[in-house]
T-cell receptor, first 115, second 112 residues
């Protein structure tokens, strides 16, 4: 029943490893996002996809690569993990499709710890 | 670009006291949304304000949008322990959620 679900919830890994976070939404939304929340709670958008196409790509290292196989899924792959990548990563979705004043629906987050 | 300041960053109140968080923008906004994130949880949409001078209420929560559409506030009357969390304003330059930016948040602690 979860509207936006992401896995895993926790991810602990060594520096230099490659890891992926998966996200799925069952709301029928066209647009999906990845946000990063640091230890001070700052929420920053990383990527936005609209119907499988990349719309927003903020200043994010190219070690981060999003992939959207279909509009219900947006995965995030991270290569060569660094200590500074430790954060909570949130997937989100919104209606998209030109709907005005739309709101975001967030997943429960993935807490990434790089050792 | 759009500069958004949210204050205070932290607020500790005694249960029953009131609480207010403010969001100020350097530019005129199209609309503003507010989200709440419980400890260990994810941001959840609370409300959206669109019109100049708009005031909306949800039980003990009162949301205001300034006349110039450059600032907004969230006021909680008689806080309860269930109000604990971080409150984010999310101003938008347009109507699309892709244009939302998030304020730095106000972390509210309610002491019983």
């Amino acid at each position: 029943d979860t509207a936006v679900s992401q896995t895993p919830k926790y991810l602990v890994t060594q520096m230099g490893n490659d890891k992926s976070i998966k996200c799925e939404q069952n709301l029928g939304h066209d647009t999906m996002y990845w946000y990063k929340q640091d230890s001070k709670k700052f929420l920053k958008i990383m990527f936005s996809y609209n119907n499988k196409e990349l719309i927003i790509n903020e200043t994010v290292p190219n070690r981060f690569s999003p992939k959207s196989p279909d509009k219900a899924h947006l995965n995030l792959h991270i290569n060569s993990l660094e200590l500074g990548d430790s954060a909570v990563y949130f997937c989100a979705s919104s209606h998209g499709g030109g709907v005005l004043n739309e709101k975001l629906f967030f997943g429960s987050g993935t807490q990434l710890s790089v050792l | 670009g759009q500069q958004v300041m949210q204050i205070p960053q932290y607020q500790h109140v005694q249960e029953g006291e009131d609480f207010t968080t403010y969001c100020n923008s350097s530019t005129t906004l199209s609309n503003i949304q507010w989200y709440k994130q419980r400890p260990g949880g994810h941001p959840v949409f609370l409300i959206q304000l669109v019109k100049s001078g708009e005031v909306k209420k949800q039980k003990r929560l009162t949301f205001q949008f300034g006349e110039a559409k450059k600032n907004s506030s969230l006021h909680i009357t008689a806080t309860q322990t269930t109000d604990v969390g971080t409150y984010f304003c999310a101003p938008s330059r347009g109507g699309s959620a892709r244009q939302l930016t998030f304020g730095s948040g106000t972390q509210l602690t309610v002491l019983p």
